[in-house]
């Protein structure tokens, strides 16, 4: 395995034709930003790329519907998407723009390099034109109906009521979104990327050489678009919005933004190292540097074949080492669409939300779509801040300091050797580490919160608050490690929840930096040292507040517009019908065992009775295996049995949400198992 000196990571550059949901948070910039925190933590030389991607004809489009330049729609929305990610604590070391002198001069420079080797050829071809904007026509700025499902609002890329993948010449009664118009076909001619003279290369280095070693959604697409077989690309289009065809025969002629987007990477890795004194080519050609791209799932072609490509063709390029693209995250069950306003844009939270930054971060990461598409729903959001935070951070530390202040004069009071401590919080490390490393962050944030779990683990076993009347060194003692871990868990989150791990470390008085390595010490706050006042980390999300929430998505999605292009409502009332068909029965847990490579999930042993049943449950980040045997129970006996991680799973266990945590519905009294609740 080769050494690495130094890091390049890349986030997808947002294309700025308008606001950015929490969906694209999701897919690619809190996961890259995790990264890079971690790499950093670490003391590793890396540098975190992103930026505005501001060119082609889409922005052009979009300016022409909201009558507005393309200079002013990309400043526009540059200055949105850079002040959203910063306020979310994205921590870019450069967000560039691709409408930068420096970027137009290295994409030309590539394409020049291509030229003279041979690798495009003309060609001459048909494409939707709008006569009345005397513009080509992208796929996305033109609609109509969808052959496979007949919708009338599919899109020349994609139908978004069946999902299916278009071109717009597939579509019927096809118009410009811009003027309404039916486009005509005009003749063109571009430059295309002979891509399949690559084929060959491409199975070697990817088909066989990232086979178990890339995530099985960034594989699986790339090798399926190799399979099909290469065929040659189209890297120029018509219009004057973007970076001009450097060649005297192709006036009118801009590069194609899938082309010169990513090489944007480059120009703003260069930008950077003439702000920062330094050499920008180590982090692109040396072989002891590591390249990752982050990006959603619809962006894994161009990261792993195209831009791929593009570099090996360069012949001086390193190649990424991985790809570790997200899937979707839909939104309250729906997929989310911008053009029929169901979404959840960053400035919206921002701006309903301002101080709740890292409870939005902690949602999101909690639930990321990294093997397949998730969903962001506004009761789970309050229910992880209510359950999570609030109950098992935030509580931790509250009693913590609330107990030092009213017993030990707020200084933290006698040391203890803390052995045991030290080999849970070294085990904590190793497995975020070996976590994040293999992209697995949802995770590496389970391992992360263990550790304020065994803080509070050891408050409610030993119960401080009582021992102090007769022993003030024993409770002292447990006070003292409980401070460790606090001051541990403030380094550990700090890549997820960077706010957080400050206020923490502040609130601690701690001196010196964060770091990695200082993880795993049980002196990091010296036995005397003064902490400040008690405090909330977290506060509760009242019910009002997330329903004013759901109000606004649906009332959004509703206004001004058409009936077909408006989101469903879900009713959630049941009839008693529905209701009667639930045979719910008592039942206890007879045994547990948390489900091997899964951050929630429990399988338990229930006694209902006649029968003991197998039920697979998400309790495995709120409880341990100790706390639930023997624990009376609802199930709801005649759910249907389905498989879950190859357990078959025959019901599901009743839960009451307080607000601070998940408790168990049991029976009063002496009930039987298997008796039935009506």
């Given at each position: 395995?080769?050494?690495?000196?130094r890091?390049t990571v890349t986030?997808?550059?947002p294309y700025?034709n308008g606001?950015k949901?929490?969906?694209h948070l999701?897919g690619?910039?809190?996961?890259a930003?995790?990264?890079?925190?971690?790499?950093?933590?670490?003391?590793?030389d890396?540098v975190?790329?992103c930026?505005?991607?501001?060119?082609?004809?889409?922005i052009?489009m979009?300016?022409?519907k909201?009558?507005v330049t393309p200079?002013?729609?990309?400043?526009?929305?540059?200055?949105?998407?850079k002040e959203?990610?910063s306020?979310?604590?994205?921590?870019?070391?450069?967000?560039y723009?691709t409408?930068?002198?420096?970027h137009?001069e290295t994409a030309?420079n590539?394409f020049l390099d291509?030229y003279?080797k041979g690798?495009f050829?003309?060609?001459?071809s048909?494409?939707?034109?709008?006569e009345?904007?005397?513009?080509?026509?992208?796929d996305r700025?033109?609609q109509g109906?969808?052959p496979n499902?007949?919708s009338?609002r599919?899109?020349?890329?994609?139908?978004?009521?069946?999902g299916?993948?278009?071109?717009p010449?597939d579509?019927?009664?096809p118009?410009s979104?811009?003027?309404?118009?039916?486009p005509?076909f005009?003749e063109?001619k571009?430059?295309?990327?002979k891509?399949g003279?690559y084929?060959?290369w491409l199975?070697?280095?990817?088909v066989?050489?990232?086979?178990g070693?890339?995530?099985?959604?960034?594989y699986?697409?790339?090798?399926?678009w190799i399979d099909?077989g290469?065929q040659?690309?189209?890297?120029?289009?018509?219009?004057d919005?973007?970076v001009?065809v450097?060649?005297d025969?192709?006036k009118?002629k801009i590069?194609?933004?899938w082309?010169?987007a990513p090489i944007g990477?480059i120009?703003?890795?260069k930008?950077w190292?003439l702000?920062?004194?330094?050499?920008?080519?180590?982090?692109?050609k040396?072989q002891?540097?590591k390249?990752?791209?982050?990006?959603?799932?619809?962006?894994?072609v161009f990261?792993?074949?195209i831009?791929?490509?593009m570099?090996k063709a360069?012949?001086?390029?390193i190649?990424p080492?991985?790809v570790?693209?997200n899937e979707?995250?839909?939104l309250?069950?729906?997929?989310?669409?911008t053009?029929?306003r169901?979404?959840?844009?960053?400035f919206e939270?921002?701006e309903?939300l301002?101080d709740?930054?890292d409870?939005?971060?902690?949602?999101?990461?909690?639930?990321?779509p990294?093997?397949k598409?998730?969903?962001?729903?506004w009761?789970d959001?309050?229910?992880k801040v209510?359950?999570?935070?609030?109950?098992?951070i935030?509580?931790?530390?509250?009693?913590?300091?609330?107990?030092?202040?009213?017993f030990y004069?707020?200084k933290v009071?006698q040391?203890?050797?803390?052995?045991e401590?030290?080999e849970?919080?070294l085990e904590?490390?190793?497995?975020?580490?070996?976590a994040i490393?293999?992209?697995?962050f949802?995770?590496a944030?389970?391992?992360?919160f263990l550790?304020?779990r065994?803080?509070?683990?050891i408050?409610?076993?030993?119960?401080?608050?009582?021992v102090?009347?007769?022993?003030?060194?024993e409770?002292?003692?447990v006070l003292?490690?409980?401070?460790?871990?606090?001051a541990?868990?403030a380094?550990?989150?700090?890549?997820?929840?960077?706010k957080?791990?400050r206020i923490l470390?502040?609130?601690l008085?701690m001196?010196?930096e964060m770091s990695?390595?200082?993880?795993?010490?049980?002196?990091l706050v010296?036995?005397?040292?003064e902490?400040?006042?008690?405090?909330?980390?977290?506060s509760?999300m009242e019910?009002?507040?997330?329903?004013?929430?759901?109000?606004?998505?649906y009332?959004?999605?509703?206004?001004d517009?058409?009936?077909?292009?408006?989101?469903?409502v879900?009713e959630n009332?049941i009839?008693f019908?529905?209701f009667?068909k639930?045979?719910?029965k008592?039942?206890t847990?007879?045994a547990a065992?948390?489900?091997?490579?899964?951050?929630?999930?429990?399988?338990?042993?229930v006694?209902?009775g006649?029968?003991?049943?197998?039920?697979?449950s998400?309790i495995?980040?709120v409880f341990s295996?100790?706390?639930?045997?023997?624990?009376?129970v609802?199930?709801l006996?005649n759910?249907a049995p389905r498989?879950?991680?190859g357990?078959e799973?025959?019901g599901?266990?009743?839960f009451?949400?307080?607000?601070e945590?998940?408790?168990?519905?049991?029976p009063?009294g002496?009930?039987?198992?298997?008796a039935?609740v009506?």
């Open positions: 395995m080769k050494e690495i000196k890091y986030a997808a550059l700025v606001p949901h929490i969906g999701a690619a910039y809190l996961p930003d995790i990264y890079a925190r971690y790499l950093r933590l670490q003391k590793r890396v975190f790329i930026g505005s991607d501001e060119l082609g004809t889409a052009t979009q300016a022409l909201e009558k200079r002013e729609l990309v400043d526009k929305y540059h200055v949105l998407s959203c990610f306020k979310l604590g994205i921590s870019f070391d450069i967000y723009r409408t930068e002198k420096l137009f030309q590539f291509f003279k690798l050829e003309e060609r001459i048909e494409q939707y034109y709008d009345e904007t005397k513009n080509f026509l992208a700025y033109i109906t969808c499902c007949s009338e599919a899109f020349g890329d994609q139908c978004e009521s069946c299916k993948s278009l071109d010449t579509l019927i009664n118009i979104v811009v003027t309404g118009n039916k005509v005009r063109t571009n430059w295309y990327f891509l003279d084929e060959n199975k070697e280095w990817l066989d050489g990232k086979k070693q890339w995530k099985a959604n960034t699986g697409q790339a090798k399926s099909a290469l040659a690309r189209s890297m120029t289009r018509d219009g919005w973007g001009p450097p060649l025969n192709a009118g590069l194609y933004v082309f010169d990477y120009s703003a890795t930008q190292a702000d920062n004194k330094k050499n920008w080519e180590p982090y692109w040396s002891d540097t390249l990752v791209h982050f990006v959603g799932k619809d962006n894994i990261h792993c074949i831009f791929p490509i570099l360069s012949g001086d390029y190649l080492e991985d570790p693209a979707f995250l839909n309250e069950g729906q997929k989310m669409s053009s029929r169901w979404s959840l844009e960053m939270y921002l309903a301002p709740k930054v409870e939005l971060r902690y949602a999101l990461i909690s639930n990321l990294e093997n598409d998730a969903d962001f729903s009761k959001y309050q229910l209510n359950s999570e935070l609030v109950a098992i935030g509580n931790l530390v509250n009693r913590i300091f609330v107990l030092t202040h009213k004069d707020g009071p040391a203890s050797d803390c052995s401590l030290k849970f919080i904590r490390k190793d497995k975020v580490a070996s490393e293999n992209y697995s949802r995770e944030l389970v391992e992360v550790l304020a065994h803080g509070n683990k408050l409610t076993e030993k119960e401080p608050w009582k102090v009347k007769n022993d003030p060194k409770a002292g003692i003292y490690d409980c401070f460790q871990i606090i541990n868990f380094i550990l989150i700090e890549p997820f929840l960077p957080t791990a470390w502040d609130k008085n001196t010196g990695w390595e200082r993880i795993g010490e049980t002196n010296p036995a005397g040292q902490v400040q006042e008690s405090f909330y980390l977290f509760k019910d009002e507040v997330i329903q004013k929430q759901i109000d606004y998505l009332q959004k999605t509703h206004k517009m058409p009936e077909e292009a408006q989101v469903e879900k009332l009839s019908d529905d009667s639930m045979e719910i008592i039942g847990i007879l065992e948390r489900v091997e490579g899964t951050d929630k999930l429990m399988k338990l042993s006694d209902l006649s029968e003991v049943r197998t039920i697979v998400g495995a980040h295996v100790d706390e639930v045997v023997n624990k009376r609802q199930v006996a759910l498989k879950i991680k357990i799973s025959k599901m266990i009743l009451a949400d307080h607000g945590g998940l408790a168990f519905v049991s009063v002496d009930v039987p198992n298997g039935g009506k």
